[in-house]
């Protein structure tokens, strides 16, 4: 409030301002005139106070502050004043306090930024605590009291003019008290600024004190938003619809960008909360339309509300023209990178979608579509036209994440689905007898064909056709989102019944991965479109293998009453198919592959074992083979226990077997048991075995035995790596028996691998020292049969291990057995490089100069991880030298 002293008053601007605003004046002539009435009453009544004689009474009465009057100005704005108490008050005075008033006023605004402010200077118009206190303490003065003598004491009080004074002086103070006040106090303010905000009669004072509301804490935590809240309902209660949508609405609108999330964080919340106080049209327009940017917000928290208050929004529309702008909406939030902001939408906003629009069908129809389209939109697995990986799709993270959550809504859907095709059933008197599940009797009924039900139809004609269409998109590696969809279509089986799981939805799948199936409990007018479900080529078929034979398995046939159903099928898979001559090795891969995911689910384990041991002590060798493949991929599905009592027993029946071929078969899968577990009575069991395979002594079984233990290396116990150490040792000692230039450079190459790898974990000084040095050493003494890059990777890899035995071991090396190496200067031209062996002469096959320069090129502090990287160099060069002599020949 703007305070001037008595000089202010009797400043001779009263002809100017009777000149600018004469009508003014005019208007509110009545007002003043009360006024003034109402003072000088309020002075009269102070009047017979006896005067006090001593100096001090006299000095206060000399010094008292003026009294204040309040008059309107020109916008209807309730202003006070102060008021010389010597001289008598006339129209054109007020009106030169007006004037003065107008002139020399801060906004609010300005007020707030205001980084501080004197108390004790009156020159901004707002009064030091000392003058209040001097206003509301001092005696009326002798002027005052004869001033009062000059009106008339019967003036009646004027209430409502004294409350709108009191509003005004609280308005224009608010603004400068609220920086004074400590954050986490500030709300203790609220009552006042709702009570300003309420009461006062200025546009533009309120609009400036509801800045004020909203922007009363810089970052408010949720209890300090829920109180600004409260704050702001409870003044929409009061101010009604019209003030509500000018006022509070267009301060939701300023703070929708604003730079701390938790002023944006409020706006959401006052979304959901002020709908209510606002009229209909209001609701689906404005509001809608600042919820809509708040979900593109960059915070998740902003996003997460603004779902929030969209779910609270949704009941309050007038009318349906949203709709499909909120399922929009809907399914963007649900596609939100933040598991968060998914919940929230799955948990509210989808059913408050559901609930208000009543169009679940059009939710279904678009969601299938946005299934399909997040998989069909990622690129192919390869690029060749008309192959299987053509079809097969890479999914990045993101379309992985949408893919996870629309097969979750469509989960979170179904209980409605049943519950429509329930209420929709044209068979009423049968279906109220049989509950919620669809019996044989129901069924019988809808396969007549006599009525249409299109609630309890999309089930089976679109849903579990655009499921199979998914399945055949991802690739193997895929199991999340197949596991997601094999539990809807158990959830599927359990709600609509066995009947259901039985007469259709096992024909549905069965037509779909090839088979012949039942169609008596179909209409006829459907069956065109099962049959197309069929595949017709040998990309189709085999894509059907990849993709819906899973989905049969576990999710058809595994619900918990096809247990019998499950075990003929797979020995029809497994034991019959195998037995096929004409069954190539990629349908078996295929089918392992599918057994594999059926072994994810732990309740099929058993059955799974069982038929298994029938494969493994069969006399058939194809099934002895496979059921070692089935062993090798399921490992990583099971626990020690299974492991222990059946996984093992199996294998080691298999690597006893006479035939070479089922024990080849068998090793690959005792790697995967060691790469898998850690326990020492597992680990010792492996350890007998592998020794088994080695007395064999074939070329054959010794690499499949060095090749699967390899893979082992990084996941196994020190002992183990140790026992493996030994065996590499001894292996590379022995004299190589295979004449075939081939066979050598493949135990040469394997023997290498597995030196890198061995190098690439933890091994003791002793084990470096007594097994893996003499190992690179006796694999050196052949360098005509290393690939370059791994004889390199030998050489580092003595230097590193060997430290400062390096040149003397290859000095004893070169004279011992006169190689070419890169390892030291002593091949030079008058070096060990032109001595001549008793064996053949050997040339190099890479350039010694090279590797010399590489291996002392060497930073000393090379670390493990350096190592790590140079084995998959090394893989990576062995590799593409391989692809270049396939393409060569």
């Known amino acids: 409030m703007h305070i001037e002293g008595s000089s202010s008053v009797q400043n001779p601007v009263t002809s100017s301002v009777d000149s600018a605003q004469p009508q003014a004046l005019e208007n509110y002539k009545e007002e003043i005139v009360s006024l003034q009435k109402e003072i000088e009453r309020l002075k009269s009544e102070k009047r017979d106070i006896p005067d006090l004689s001593d100096s001090n009474c006299a000095e206060k009465e000399s010094t008292y502050t003026e009294e204040k009057v309040v008059e309107v100005d020109e916008n209807k704005t309730l202003i006070s004043h102060p008021v010389e108490p010597a001289g008598p008050i006339d129209s054109n005075s007020l009106s030169a306090s007006v004037q003065a008033f107008d002139n020399s006023t801060h906004k609010p605004e300005d007020n707030l930024a205001e980084p501080a402010m004197n108390p004790s200077s009156t020159a901004d118009g707002f009064p030091s605590s000392r003058t209040l206190s001097q206003q509301n303490e001092k005696p009326p003065s002798e002027d005052s009291r004869l001033h009062s003598k000059s009106e008339t004491p019967s003036s009646g009080p004027a209430p409502d003019n004294m409350g709108l004074g009191t509003i005004q002086i609280l308005a224009d103070a608010l603004p400068k008290i609220v920086p004074y006040v400590l954050i986490n106090h500030r709300e203790e303010l609220l009552p006042l600024i709702m009570c300003a905000i309420e009461r006062h009669p200025d546009n533009a004072t309120r609009d400036s004190l509801t800045h004020t509301l909203f922007n009363l804490i810089k970052r408010p935590d949720e209890q300090q938003r829920r109180i600004i809240m409260d704050a702001c309902v409870s003044l929409a209660k009061n101010v009604g619809e019209m003030r509500t949508e000018i006022e509070l609405l267009p301060q939701c609108w300023e703070q929708i960008n604003h730079m701390y999330e938790e002023r944006r964080l409020l706006v959401a919340q006052s979304c959901g909360e002020l709908a209510e106080f606002v009229r209909p049209e209001i609701r689906d327009s404005l509001i809608l339309s600042i919820v809509q940017q708040l979900i593109e917000d960059p915070a998740t928290v902003v996003r997460e509300a603004a779902a929030h208050n969209l779910a609270l929004l949704l009941p309050l529309f007038p009318h349906m023209d949203k709709y499909f702008k909120v399922e929009e909406l809907m399914f963007q939030l649900a596609c939100d990178p933040s598991g968060v902001v998914v919940e929230t939408t799955l948990k509210e906003l989808l059913p408050a979608l559901i609930n208000w629009g009543n169009k679940l069908d059009h939710i279904l129809r678009v969601l299938i579509s946005h299934i399909l389209d997040s998989a069909e939109h990622c690129p192919p697995l390869a690029g060749v036209e008309g192959s299987v990986e053509s079809h097969l799709r890479v999914l990045g993270e993101q379309e992985r994440w949408n893919l996870d959550i629309l097969l979750r809504i469509l989960a979170d859907l179904l209980p409605h689905v049943h519950q429509k095709a329930i209420e929709t059933c044209p068979f009423s008197s049968v279906s109220e007898s049989n509950g919620p599940k669809f019996s044989s009797s129901v069924l019988e009924l809808y396969a007549g064909g006599h009525v249409e039900w299109p609630a309890f139809e999309w089930m089976h004609v679109d849903c579990f056709s655009g499921l199979i269409q998914l399945s055949c998109l991802l690739p193997q590696k895929e199991d999340s989102l197949r596991n997601r969809t094999t539990k809807f279509l158990l959830a599927v089986s359990e709600l609509f019944g066995e009947s259901y799981s039985t007469h259709i939805m096992m024909p549905v799948f069965l037509v779909a991965v090839g088979d012949a199936a039942d169609f008596t409990f179909f209409p006829p007018n459907i069956h065109s479109r099962i049959r197309g479900l069929k595949p017709r080529t040998a990309v189709a078929e085999r894509l059907a293998v990849l993709g819906i034979l899973p989905l049969l398995l576990a999710g058809v046939l595994g619900s918990p009453g096809k247990r019998e159903q499950l075990a003929d099928y797979l020995r029809k898979l497994l034991v019959e198919g195998a037995m096929k001559e004409n069954q190539s090795i990629t349908h078996n891969n295929d089918i392992v592959n599918a057994v594999r995911f059926l072994c994810t689910f732990e309740e099929h384990h058993s059955l799974i074992f069982d038929i298994l041991w029938e494969m493994v002590v ?148 002793n084990s470096i020292r007594d097994f893996l040095l003499p190992s690179i050493q006796n694999l050196l003494r052949d360098p005509d049969t290393l690939d370059p890059a791994h004889k390199e990777a030998l050489e580092i890899i003595l230097k590193e291990r060997s430290g400062g035995t390096f040149d003397a071991l290859s000095k004893v090396m070169g004279a011992h057995i006169g190689i070419p190496s890169s390892m030291t200067s002593i091949f030079g031209e008058g070096g060990l490089l032109g001595k001549k062996e008793s064996t053949a002469p050997t040339s190099p096959v890479g350039s010694p100069r090279a590797g010399a320069s590489s291996a002392h090129g060497l930073a000393p502090e090379d670390t493990r991880f350096m190592r790590i990287m140079r084995v998959t160099d090394m893989l990576r060069g062995k590799a593409k030298s391989q692809e270049e002599t396939h393409q060569n020949q």
């Not at 099971?638 to 080849?664: F, M, W, Y």
């Not at 026992?723 to 000692?733: D, E, G, V």
């Open 618 to 765: 069969s006399s058939n060798i194809e099934l002895k083979i496979g059921a070692a493949n089935i062993l090798k991929v399921i490992v990583t599905y099971v626990d020690a226990k299974v492991a222990s009592t059946h996984v093992l027993p199996a294998l080691i029946t298999l690597g006893s077997d006479q035939n070479l071929k089922v024990r080849n078969a068998s090793i690959d899968a005792f790697g995967a048991v060691a790469q898998h577990f850690k326990n020492d009575m597992i680990v010792d069991k492996i350890r007998v075995q592998m020794d088994a395979f080695l007395e064999d002594g074939s070329h054959e079984t010794t690499m499949a035995v060095v090749r699967s233990l390899v893979v082992a290396l990084p996941h196994t116990t020190e002992r183990f790596r140790d026992y493996f150490l030994t065996k590499i040792f001894q292996l590379t000692s022995m004299p190589a028996f295979a004449t075939d230039g081939m066979s050598r450079r493949e135990r040469a190459n394997v023997f290498c691998e597995a030196i890198c790898a061995v190098d690439a974990t933890d091994i003791s000084a």
